[in-house]
């Protein structure tokens, strides 16, 4: 039976997911079988697994990392933001239903048995497990009926390593005061702790290791001095995509929505050097010198048209058109370029029709059942062949539809304006596929590099394992794992 160790923050934000990412890479080469596990995640940045589930990206990412495959069982709970109050649950992989947040709080108590099993089931096959919390368990205002921290920490009897993040400022408050504000037993689930985003020379930090190793009685596992590569690896939030990759020539601009899901498909596109994607913020145009704009995908469809009517992207975006612009829609953007988008089952709201963009000439109806694939594609202009994954809710049909660029099986997917100037697909990830990349760019009047995207992840993750091996006691988190 496996080892476990819980890797917490002592706060939002501070690198818990990095940080797993590369601690499944560093045991997976000190060959032990290692899975990553997350009881509860909230994320729009979803990934299709091999049971044919979805977990969140990060999640998927971790895997890659510890070298298994992606299951649903790594993420059993994952939240998607639908509205400001409200999300749809994923539980082992299966769209659960949608709840409000004080429903939701209810219903966490009876998803904890779902979560422990899921974890059992792995912890069969593994010699470590590496688990990842959410938020952080000083939020004790929620930690009754809590199973993302100390309340799934509690159920299966693991112990906990925190983890602050002193480029933010303040991290000895951090710690000490997440000590200071938990029960004794919780307190106790602690054993280590982790400072993270360290600038500069780490020994100038000895003395606040003591002062807080004195305070709280935790053992330091050390001091992770900044990783200057973790932007190649792809971000887990929609507040970690930066404004711009780099400073290539071909310039992408983006609208960032405000339910922006699935945004990985900007992950190797951002890391071939001849591009430049610009993440373009609410009340701010989109820019004339763009020479693509590229639509991704969104949590809610309907809602997202009227954010971007409000912002006067709709405007910009014709602007973008007659000047001889491209566009591309991805899932939700997709939907959003046609003509009209149907939900008479009031899927994502009251039952209705809105009017889209009408840069394809397709129309959506949006239906509850969810399709979820991982997917091999050719691309119909080239013959090369692709991989990425559907995730999505509607069917999308219409004249532009013949002009399909992509075929899956015997099914043609996509549509594109006449002029070939507007593209729409429901297909994520296809940007990861070498040749397909490089061939897209060519034809959308940009350069490809012939960059490896998935062999500079593997490097990158490789890179992170030997980081946290030179500066953090790997020795003793595994003492500490039980």
Same mark, same amino acid.
């Given at each position: 039976?496996?080892?476990?160790?819980?890797?917490?923050?002592?706060?939002?934000?501070?690198?818990?997911?990095?940080?797993?990412?590369?601690?499944?890479?560093?045991?997976?080469?000190?060959?032990?079988?290692?899975?990553?596990?997350?009881?509860?995640?909230?994320?729009?940045?979803?990934?299709?697994?091999?049971?044919?589930?979805?977990?969140?990206?990060?999640?998927?990412?971790?895997?890659?990392?510890?070298?298994?495959?992606?299951?649903?069982?790594?993420?059993?709970?994952?939240?998607?933001?639908?509205?400001?109050?409200?999300?749809?649950?994923?539980?082992?992989?299966?769209?659960?239903?949608?709840?409000?947040?004080?429903?939701?709080?209810?219903?966490?108590?009876?998803?904890?048995?779902?979560?422990?099993?899921?974890?059992?089931?792995?912890?069969?096959?593994?010699?470590?497990?590496?688990?990842?919390?959410?938020?952080?368990?000083?939020?004790?205002?929620?930690?009754?009926?809590?199973?993302?921290?100390?309340?799934?920490?509690?159920?299966?009897?693991?112990?906990?390593?925190?983890?602050?993040?002193?480029?933010?400022?303040?991290?000895?408050?951090?710690?000490?005061?997440?000590?200071?504000?938990?029960?004794?037993?919780?307190?106790?689930?602690?054993?280590?702790?982790?400072?993270?985003?360290?600038?500069?020379?780490?020994?100038?930090?000895?003395?606040?290791?003591?002062?807080?190793?004195?305070?709280?009685?935790?053992?330091?596992?050390?001091?992770?001095?900044?990783?200057?590569?973790?932007?190649?690896?792809?971000?887990?939030?929609?507040?970690?995509?930066?404004?711009?990759?780099?400073?290539?020539?071909?310039?992408?601009?983006?609208?960032?929505?405000?339910?922006?899901?699935?945004?990985?498909?900007?992950?190797?596109?951002?890391?071939?050097?001849?591009?430049?994607?610009?993440?373009?913020?609410?009340?701010?145009?989109?820019?004339?010198?763009?020479?693509?704009?590229?639509?991704?995908?969104?949590?809610?469809?309907?809602?997202?048209?009227?954010?971007?009517?409000?912002?006067?992207?709709?405007?910009?975006?014709?602007?973008?058109?007659?000047?001889?612009?491209?566009?591309?829609?991805?899932?939700?953007?997709?939907?959003?370029?046609?003509?009209?988008?149907?939900?008479?089952?009031?899927?994502?709201?009251?039952?209705?029709?809105? +009017?889209? #963009?009408?840069? @394809?000439?397709?129309?959506? $109806?949006?239906?509850?059942?969810?399709? =979820?694939?991982?997917?091999? %594609? !050719?691309?119909?202009?080239?013959?090369?062949?692709?991989?990425?994954?559907?995730?999505?809710?509607?069917?999308?049909?219409?004249?532009?539809?013949?002009?399909?660029?992509?075929?899956?099986?015997?099914?043609?997917?996509?549509?594109?304006?006449?002029?070939?100037?507007?593209?729409?697909?429901?297909?994520?990830?296809?940007?990861?596929?070498?040749?397909?990349?490089?061939?897209?760019?060519?034809?959308?009047?940009?350069?490809?590099?012939?960059?490896?995207?998935?062999?500079?992840?593997? +490097?990158? #993750?490789?890179? @992170?394992?030997?980081?946290? $091996?030179?500066?953090?006691?790997?020795? =003793?988190?595994?003492?500490? %794992? !039980?």
């Amino acid at each position: 039976m496996a080892r476990t160790i819980m890797i917490q923050g002592a706060g939002s934000n501070v690198g818990k997911s990095l940080l797993v990412a590369g601690l499944c890479r560093a045991f997976w080469q000190r060959g032990m079988t290692v899975f990553p596990f997350k009881p509860q995640n909230m994320s729009n940045n979803a990934a299709v697994t091999v049971d044919h589930g979805e977990i969140g990206r990060a999640q998927a990412l971790q895997a890659w990392a510890a070298r298994v495959d992606p299951h649903s069982d790594l993420n059993p709970v994952l939240l998607k933001p639908e509205t400001e109050t409200g999300a749809q649950v994923i539980l082992q992989g299966r769209r659960l239903g949608s709840v409000r947040a004080r429903e939701y709080a209810q219903l966490k108590p009876k998803l904890l048995p779902a979560v422990v099993e899921s974890y059992e089931r792995l912890r069969k096959r593994a010699d470590l497990m590496i688990v990842e919390g959410a938020g952080s368990p000083a939020e004790i205002n929620l930690r009754d009926g809590d199973i993302a921290n100390m309340g799934f920490a509690e159920a299966v009897n693991a112990p906990v390593v925190l983890v602050g993040d002193i480029d933010r400022g303040g991290v000895i408050a951090q710690i000490v005061g997440t000590s200071a504000v938990l029960s004794p037993s919780d307190r106790k689930r602690i054993r280590g702790f982790i400072i993270n985003k360290f600038r500069g020379d780490p020994t100038l930090f000895d003395q606040g290791l003591s002062e807080i190793v004195e305070r709280t009685g935790w053992h330091s596992l050390g001091v992770v001095p900044w990783f200057d590569d973790a932007g190649k690896l792809p971000a887990e939030d929609i507040m970690d995509i930066r404004p711009t990759r780099n400073q290539g020539a071909f310039r992408i601009a983006v609208p960032r929505l405000s339910r922006i899901a699935n945004f990985d498909d900007l992950d190797p596109l951002g890391l071939e050097p001849g591009v430049s994607i610009e993440i373009i913020e609410p009340g701010t145009p989109l820019p004339g010198t763009a020479d693509l704009v590229l639509i991704p995908g969104t949590k809610a469809t309907i809602a997202e048209l009227q954010f971007f009517r409000q912002q006067g992207w709709d405007i910009d975006l014709m602007a973008h058109v007659r000047r001889g612009g491209r566009v591309l829609g991805i899932c939700g953007g997709y939907q959003m370029l046609g003509r009209e988008i149907i939900d008479a089952d009031g899927i994502e709201g009251p039952p209705g029709r809105v +009017a889209g #963009l009408g840069l @394809l000439d397709v129309v959506t $109806e949006m239906k509850p059942e969810k399709h =979820l694939a991982n997917i091999e %594609a !050719e691309h119909l202009a080239s013959g090369v062949m692709l991989q990425g994954y559907e995730i999505h809710m509607g069917r999308t049909t219409g004249p532009d539809c013949k002009r399909a660029w992509l075929a899956i099986g015997d099914r043609r997917e996509g549509a594109m304006s006449r002029d070939g100037r507007v593209q729409g697909c429901y297909l994520h990830g296809m940007f990861a596929s070498d040749r397909f990349r490089a061939l897209w760019l060519r034809e959308m009047g940009g350069e490809g590099s012939g960059l490896a995207f998935s062999a500079e992840i593997e +490097a990158t #993750l490789d890179s @992170l394992a030997e980081h946290l $091996e030179r500066h953090l006691d790997l020795d =003793l988190l595994l003492t500490l %794992a !039980e």
